[in-house]
């Protein structure tokens, strides 16, 4: 009987670490969007869109839906881009991973890794920054503080997500602004009555009503428009921190103890 042959092991791309954090992150943005791209389908089928637009004298829901597309495509834009880094921090780590004596150099000003071209983005300006100031500093690597440089992208990278929590709170506040105009138009039909008859109260009446319907269709859809956008800005802020906390594994487990042996030793 033949001994039954062992399967060869399965060779994997030293640049594949087998972290999907960046396909993760625009799959999650690309399912949330596909979800409110049923709702707002269902919505338009029922007529809800032409109502909203046919009883808001204001224009404010009209102006909340653009708001809405806009920031949608800003973060469809940011998500994408900080996945690009995302997957970029990954390989690096896979390679320093794969090649314990793979050292980032600097070459014109941008890090270079062996067997890797140089690095662009967030990525390779935090590396080229690390290696400017390790070698900045290389009579005094025992109290070498990292932190500083991990603040400093993490501000980078979470800038957008910012701009974007301020996008969701302006749909919010047009919506109550909204509400603000429709309650002074309700007023303002009340104002100056003299005579009181059944056309009067009729007339008033239907310009309340009016006011009514400003009121809560632009509150509404501020905060439909707000939460909806607030969603995709969060899973923007949740690819922000998954960056900043791969880029800070990188430095401190692989970087930052092979440079300072390398410059102890040259």
């Known amino acids: 009987m033949l001994p039954t042959p062992r399967p060869e092991?399965?060779?994997?791309?030293?640049?594949?670490?087998?972290?999907?954090?960046?396909?993760?992150?625009?799959?999650?943005?690309m399912i949330a969007v596909g979800v409110m791209t049923v709702g707002i389908t269902i919505a338009i089928q029922q007529g809800l869109f032409a109502a909203l637009f046919a009883n808001d004298a204001?224009?404010?829901s009209a102006l909340i839906v653009g708001v809405f597309v806009v920031s949608s495509m800003h973060a469809g834009w940011v998500i994408s881009r900080l996945s690009a880094e995302i997957d970029a921090a990954s390989r690096i780590r896979g390679l320093l991973d794969a090649d314990p004596a793979a050292v980032p150099r600097l070459?014109?000003?941008?890090?270079v890794l062996p067997g890797s071209g140089p690095v662009s983005g967030a990525v390779g300006r935090h590396l080229a920054n690390l290696c400017r100031r390790l070698q900045s500093s290389a009579g005094e690597l025992a109290g070498f503080d990292h932190g500083r440089l991990v603040d400093a992208v993490a501000v980078r990278v979470r800038q957008?997500?910012?701009?974007?929590?301020?996008?969701?709170?302006?749909?919010?506040?047009?919506?109550?602004?909204?509400?603000?105009?429709?309650?002074?138009?309700m007023l303002r039909s009340i104002t100056g009555i003299e005579d009181v008859d059944i056309g009067t109260v009729q007339r008033v009446l239907a310009?309340?009503?009016?006011?009514?319907?400003?009121?809560?269709?632009?509150?509404?859809?501020?905060?439909?428009?707000?939460?909806?956008?607030?969603?995709?800005?969060?899973?923007?802020?949740?690819g922000a921190d998954e960056l900043v906390a791969t880029l800070t594994e990188v430095a401190e487990v692989y970087v930052i103890p092979r440079l300072t042996r390398h410059l102890e030793a040259s």
């Open 207 to 238: 310009e309340m009503s009016g006011g009514m319907r400003i009121a809560l269709f632009t509150t509404l859809s501020g905060l439909i428009g707000g939460m909806l956008a607030a969603i995709q800005y969060r899973i923007a802020e949740t």
């Open 58 to 60: 204001s224009g404010l």
């Open 160 to 185: 957008p997500a910012q701009t974007g929590w301020l996008i969701a709170d302006i749909m919010i506040k047009l919506g109550l602004l909204g509400t603000v105009v429709g309650f002074i138009l």
């Open 9 to 29: 092991p399965t060779r994997r791309d030293p640049a594949d670490n087998g972290d999907a954090g960046g396909r993760h992150l625009l799959l999650r943005w």
């Open 107 to 111: 070459e014109d000003g941008a890090a």
